[in-house]
């Protein structure tokens, strides 16, 4: 390597302004072709398919020039909308909520300059439901009906013969401010079963002598004599308070903002009530509904020292399962999330998770549908990350307008494809995304590592990104580059990106929304088509649990699943046709039914599950059962003669022609093929290929994607497979879309099968993703497509004429959908060539006057072959822009029949070209390969690349206390860079 410093320039400037360097930022990027009107339901992506960012506020300390300032470079960056949180986690100093708290004047004042710039950049604006999360207001205390509660105890010993005569046992104090208050809800004794003791955890009890003596009770003390049996007892009070859990982060609001009781009609109407009376004013309510946006609501983190508590569930629990609560509350009461006593295991288990059923139904009828229908009062939408406790989020997704996963929390792409199952079933259109959070990522996440992880989540059912997230430029005590809602983060570097005018990568921005906004218009068209559904006994989300056998074997050669829980069964697309399940929707072609993956794969089903079953397999749907099911029992508390009529539905269940019974997951293929099942995609085994399907009555939308983080660790690979596709368009061409740059192509080459299906070939470098439309022709459509070809590739140039390319000289034979042969000759092509020498200008971005101001510093460096700034003398901590300039000759060889391809090899992290002046179209940001086409002129060519970093290097340096531990980055043109020429031939059919 050989580096010659040239210059050193010192330059000033406000962050977001112009430099010497300033080129193919948001407003001077190449216009991306259109999607191509031949092809139905594509046009360019509108702002509400537009991924979207979350807004993080320093609470209402915001000024409102700068409110549309920030509005205006999210429209111009691509997005489509916000999400304003009130977060404070890197706060060091507390506010003045009195003047600048969430709901007071300040706030509304600000929302109602956001809603009225959203308004003329077409910005949806999403309101989160209170300051941070869970959902809160300033007008309860913790004491209120309407505030969040627990169940606490206290037990006294009391040995057998002997009389407790005293005060009654108390529940240790609360933990929280602001609990003055608890109820005396019931006391209870109870003996410890043998060979247990009171010091045990948990303390096993026998269940048969819990006794209620709450009437022994006089004032604040009980008498109560255990019986002489030489047994120990326990004397349990149960007490309901306040659980005095605060929302996230330092004090929002004047007075303290509590949680509110999700459980209850008390809980959700103190939030309305709120809303009502303090921030929907009539200017506000008016651009709420002209934006169109959502009310947002984060995953359910009910926080409580004892157990989760509202005084309905007693009442609620023993209408809706049949059975009194309280003689087992004791197998249920946690102390900081563990269980304190226990009776027998089945009876735990089965009172635990009876308990959580009658939770989701209150959370569903008291808080979700009340929250939806007021939402649609005001013209929004209800967002919301159904899951946090161990309720059916499955369900909760068929009913919410609009449901949420996040990358973060969820441990692999079958979370997301639970919340995917609730959408589809319920008939609603999305599943959002926090995208792009990563632990200990603030500022040195990637847009390449942000990209590979969603082109998958993507393949799983998401159809929208809000990334998390978009940082307000400034609050007391931010340091340079501003205020980040998680940075610093107990004292580290925080989680989650402070995207936007301040990262030197935001430049670049624009391209990368605008592929993410065509990919998230296809796949919010039509609807979900999945092969097999998975019923699960519970409908949790974020478990990280996978489907049998189709997670691990079938995914890698093209089958698609979803997950279901019992209540998607009693929706009115819950119906049998055609031997599909949900014809109309998903069309699934069968069910699985295993063991509850929750509890150890036990047998067990709801009896009105099991005769649901029966009746879908009776009407044509085929259905595997995994495993043995002699043993099977109801969930939950079951009634005398219920697990036998269980058995006898299943039974009758496995006689049926259209039911297989395996013996276990790994004989699942032995049921497909005695049922005759058939995906609608096909391909041999991939470990990386990754595919979803969504069909309208006029096309099949494929979308594809080489998944090139599977492994931890691993940078992936190409893939090049032979794919066949099942169109529900009778007579339907393929055509690909590529999101990079809009265009849309017929494919060339492609065969179809006899019984109508299209095979042909996805080639995907890692991280990439294409999509494949299956429409009606178009009328200038030749008449003749190749079936193969010798070439390196074929395509129709200018729609209609198909040309092949190939690297090398030669003939080339192509084969016609008719059967015959065409020649092809294709001159001398130029060999590749290698640009090891670079011109590099870094545009460095320092901290300036003060938090918000960024200083630059130019550097000029000579270099004989390429390697990251981190390597280079005087560049090692830099962070910023840098503009590479190469340039290539090209002799009296090079025509106008020749091509070339631009490899750029490895890059950190975003980036343009540029070919003798001019920008090219958006350049895919993880395969980093660009279609030069004609662009090459013999003579002198000049290569200029952009490139763009992240802060993290410059940051390690300037505050060390905070990003100091992290290690340096290798930012730049990594390379190699190669010239790929291509020459290309007419196909003359």
Wanted: hydrophobic letters at 40%; aromatic letters at 8%; proline letters at 6%.
């Amino acid at each position: 390597m050989s580096l010659r410093r040239r210059t050193l320039l010192r330059m000033s400037a406000v962050a977001g302004a112009a430099t010497a360097l300033h080129w193919g930022g948001a407003t001077g990027t190449a216009t991306a072709a259109p999607f191509a009107g031949a092809v139905p339901g594509l046009g360019a992506p509108a702002s509400s398919v537009r991924p979207k960012f979350r807004w993080w506020w320093p609470d209402a300390l915001v000024d409102t020039a700068e409110i549309a300032r920030e509005i205006r470079a999210i429209a111009e960056g691509g997005f489509g909308g916000v999400e304003i949180a009130a977060v404070t986690h890197s706060m060091t100093e507390q506010l003045d909520t009195v003047r600048y708290g969430w709901g007071t004047a300040a706030w509304r004042a600000a929302i109602e300059a956001a809603l009225r710039e959203a308004k003329k950049r077409d910005v949806e604006v999403d309101l989160t439901i209170g300051p941070a999360w869970p959902a809160a207001v300033p007008s309860i205390t913790p004491d209120d009906k309407a505030a969040a509660k627990e169940l606490a105890h206290g037990f006294a010993v009391v040995t057998a013969g002997s009389t407790y005569d005293g005060p009654l046992p108390a529940a240790p104090a609360p933990e929280e401010e602001g609990v003055i208050e608890q109820r005396l809800l019931t006391v209870q004794s109870v003996r410890v079963s043998a060979g247990s003791s009171p010091e045990a955890e948990p303390v096993r009890l026998d269940q048969a002598t819990v006794t209620d003596v709450t009437d022994r009770v006089a004032g604040c003390r009980i008498t109560w004599s255990a019986p002489a049996d030489g047994a120990t007892w326990l004397l349990v009070a149960y007490w309901e308070r306040g659980s005095g859990q605060r929302p996230e982060g330092r004090d929002h609001t004047t007075p303290l903002s509590y949680v509110v009781d999700h459980f209850s009609d008390a809980g959700t109407r103190a939030v309305t009530d709120f809303w009502e009376r303090h921030i929907l004013t009539p200017s506000i309510r008016g651009l709420l509904r002209e934006t169109g946006g959502a009310l947002f609501e984060d995953s359910i983190e009910m926080e409580t020292e004892a157990t989760l508590w509202t005084p309905a569930l007693p009442a609620e629990f023993e209408r809706r399962r049949g059975y009194a609560l309280l003689p087992y509350l004791a197998a249920f009461m946690e102390r900081h999330e563990d269980h304190v006593f226990s009776f027998e295991p089945t009876l735990d288990k089965a009172v635990r998770r009876d308990v959580m059923e009658v939770i989701t139904e209150l959370y569903v009828e008291h808080h979700l549908l009340p929250l939806q229908k007021w939402a649609h009062t005001l013209g929004l939408k209800l967002r919301i990350q159904p899951y946090g406790l161990e309720t059916d989020a499955i369900y909760k997704s068929a009913l919410l307008d609009i449901t949420e996963g996040e990358s973060l929390g969820f441990k692999n792409l079958d979370d997301f494809r639970c919340l995917a199952g609730g959408r589809d079933m319920g008939g609603k259109r999305i599943v959002s995304n926090e995208a792009g959070a990563t632990a200990g990522g603030a500022y040195a996440t990637t847009w390449a590592d942000t990209l590979k992880k969603l082109v998958t989540q993507y393949a799983a059912g998401v159809n929208q990104a809000v990334f998390h997230g978009f940082a307000y430029a400034d609050a007391p005590g931010a340091q340079w580059p501003g205020f980040a809602a998680f940075s610093p983060y107990s004292g580290a570097a925080g989680y989650g990106e402070a995207w936007g005018p301040r990262q030197p990568t935001w430049r670049h921005t624009r391209s990368i929304a605008d592929q993410l906004a065509r990919v998230q218009a296809v796949l919010q068209t039509g609807v979900n088509k999945v092969d097999v559904g998975v019923l699960r006994q519970k409908g949790y989300a974020g478990s990280g649990l996978g489907a049998p056998w189709f997670s691990g074997d079938g995914v890698p050669v093209g089958w698609t699943h979803t997950f279901l829980s019992p209540r998607l069964l009693d929706l009115p697309s819950a119906k049998v046709h055609g031997g599909r399940f949900a014809p109309d929707g998903l069309a699934l072609k069968a069910l699985v039914v295993d063991g509850d993956i929750m509890a150890g794969r036990e047998h067990t089903l709801e009896l009105g599950v099991a005769e649901k079953l029966l009746s879908y397999a009776k009407a044509g749907l085929r259905v595997i059962l995994v495993g043995d099911w002699s043993d099977a029992r109801v969930p939950g508390r079951a009634r005398p003669g219920d697990d036998e009529r269980l058995r006898r539905l299943l039974a009758e269940l496995g006689t049926l022609k259209t039911v297989h019974t395996v013996a276990d997951r790994p004989d699942i293929p032995e049921a497909i093929a005695a049922l005759g099942l058939r995906r609608d995609v096909e391909y041999a085994q991939s470990s990386m290929l990754l595919h979803t399907h969504r069909a309208s009555d006029e096309a099949d939308w494929f979308y594809f994607a080489n998944d090139a983080v599977s492994k931890k660790g691993s940078t992936g690979s190409r893939i090049t497979h032979d794919v066949t596709l099942t169109p529900h368009v009778k007579g339907a061409v393929p055509h690909r879309l590529d999101p990079w740059t809009g265009e849309v192509a017929p494919i060339a080459l492609y065969t179809r099968t006899d019984d109508g299906r299209i095979r042909l070939t996805v080639d995907l470098e890692p991280g990439a993703v294409t999509v494949v439309v299956l429409a009606r022709p178009a009328r200038d459509l030749p008449r003749r497509h190749a079936t193969a070809t010798q070439a390196d590739s074929i395509r129709l140039r200018d729609g209609a004429r198909p040309e092949v390319r190939a690297a090398a000289a030669g003939s080339y034979t192509t084969t016609l959908d008719d059967g015959r042969t065409v020649e092809t000759t294709i001159g001398a092509v130029p060999e590749p060539v290698a640009l090891t020498s670079w011109t590099l200008t870094v545009d460095d971005w320092r901290p300036g006057a003060s938090a918000t101001e960024t200083a630059h510093e130019r550097h000029v460096v000579e270099l004989a072959a390429l390697t990251p700034w981190s390597k280079i003398p005087g560049l090692e901590d830099v962070s910023g822009v840098g503009r590479y300039r190469a340039t290539l000759e090209l002799g009296a060889e090079w025509s106008a029949r020749h091509g070339a391809y631009l490899h750029l090899g490895g890059v950190c992290d975003t980036f343009h070209v540029r070919v003798n002046g001019k920008e090219l179209p958006p350049v895919d940001q993880l395969t980093r390969v660009a279609d030069l086409g004609s662009r090459l002129r013999r003579g002198t060519n000049t290569i200029e690349v952009e490139v763009a970093s992240p802060l993290l290097n410059r940051l390690r340096v300037t505050r060390p206390t905070v990003f100091g531990a992290a290690k340096r980055q290798d930012y730049g043109l990594l390379g190699p860079v190669r010239i790929v020429p291509y020459g290309v031939g007419t196909v003359r059919v």
